[in-house]
Each structure stands twice: as C-alpha cells, then as structure tokens.
T-cell receptor, first 116, second 111 residues
C-alpha cells in the first residue's frame, strides 16, 4: 500500500455518461497529480494540484474536469468521453508543494477506464 | 522540454547486474532525474533520484555523467521479482508541465 487510494478500480462507461474518478491520499502531502497511461504509450501528465490549487493543465480536453476540494482528495470528472480515452488513470501525490517532479511521487493503483 | 529515450526491453538472468540507460539530451540545468518501477496493474513506484554523479540506495544505483545528457540505473543481482517496467522521469523546478516520463523499459528476468 502506497497511502494513495483510487476508486473505482474499474469503470466501463458509454460516451454519453458522466462519471467521476476519486483519489485520496493519507500521507499529508501537498501536491496531487492525474496521469493517463494508454497501452504502449508513456505516462502522460494531465493535471497537477499544489496546495489545492491547479498549477498545471497539460492541454487536456475539457471533457476531463479535475476537482481538488482539499489537500487529501482529488477527483476527475468525466463526461462525453471518446473510445480513445480508454486507459489507466493514475493518481499520485508528493510532499513537495511545487508539484514539479522533484519530490518522490506516490502512485495509487489506478482506475482502468473503458469507454464504449 | 526534456524528452527521454530508453530501450524498449531488456532480458537478464537472476543474479546478474542490469544497467538501463536513459537519454535526455535536452535536460535543463534545474532538472532532476528520477526512476520508477511499475508492475502490471499497479502504479509506478519510486526507485531512486539524482542530479549529478552517483547516487546509491538499498535497491539501486544511479550514474549520471558530467554532461547529464544520460543516466544509467543499475540494479545489482536481479531476481525474478525485478521483472517490471522501468521509467526514467526528468522534471525541474520550473513547474509540473515539464514532467516527462520516458517510454519505459520492460525488464524480463529469467532463471
């Protein structure tokens, strides 16, 4: 256990559905991240939150909407997704507040998303 | 933006030393180099981090030459349980948008 939990672990949704992914860290960290991992592709950084404020949005389509209500929780709201959005979505946290990769990131187990 | 390049796969046998090299020709002055390990259906796990020269911890060593355009992760005496994907990450103090993971190296360890 890394101290970062993600729910659900698996999700199947249609293109017209709205769903949310949840991440919770129990480590007292200050920065949280959303990554997308598609088959045979590098990990892609989607969003970074530091001290509950979004510090980076790597040109992610608006059908992905992050929310960070407090330093322990991070959500990824999904709506009108496309089949190519099917991937493993990973959440991570780090102690450092800069969210720049200097600090060790602790990853959750991921949510396997399938869009039909 | 520091792009990283790694070998796609490597094979080894138990007890051998494995060296995985990552190229990052455009690394910036403030970039750190971090390596992660990932098993199937799990998130990546931190192995080691360095800025220059050599760093060693209980599981691995990281060698970074003076020009810092590459780095080598060294795993001593690998075992079957080291079979995983290894990622090189280059990031800097300038902000999260410059976090760049490599494509990863699939290491397969056999008896």
């Amino acid at each position: 256990e890394t101290g970062v939990t993600q729910t659900p672990r698996h999700l199947v949704m249609g293109m017209t559905n709205k769903k949310s992914l949840k991440c919770e860290q129990h480590l007292g960290h200050n920065a949280m991240y959303w990554y997308k991992q598609s088959a045979k592709k590098p990990l892609e950084l989607m969003f970074v939150y530091s001290l509950e404020e979004r510090v980076e949005n790597n040109s992610v389509p608006s059908r992905f909407s992050p929310e960070c209500p407090n330093s322990s929780h991070l959500f990824l709201h999904l709506h009108t997704l496309q089949p190519e959005d099917s991937a493993l979505y990973l959440c991570a946290s780090s102690q450092g507040w800069r969210g720049n990769g200097d600090d060790e990131q602790f990853f959750g187990p991921g949510t396997r998303l399938t869009v039909l | 933006l520091a792009k990283t390049t790694q070998p796609i796969s490597m094979d080894s046998y138990e007890g051998q030393e494995v060296n995985i090299t990552c190229s990052h020709n455009n690394i910036a002055t403030n970039d750190y180099i971090t390596w992660y390990q990932q098993f199937p259906s799990q998130g990546p796990r931190f192995i080691i981090q360095g800025y220059k020269t050599k760093v060693t911890n209980e599981v691995a060593s990281l060698f970074i030459p003076a020009d810092r355009k590459s780095s080598t992760l060294s795993l001593p005496r690998v075992s079957l349980s080291d079979t995983a994907v290894y990622y090189c990450l280059v990031g800097n103090t300038g902000g999260g948008n410059k976090l760049t993971f490599g494509t990863g190296t699939q290491l397969k360890v056999e008896l």
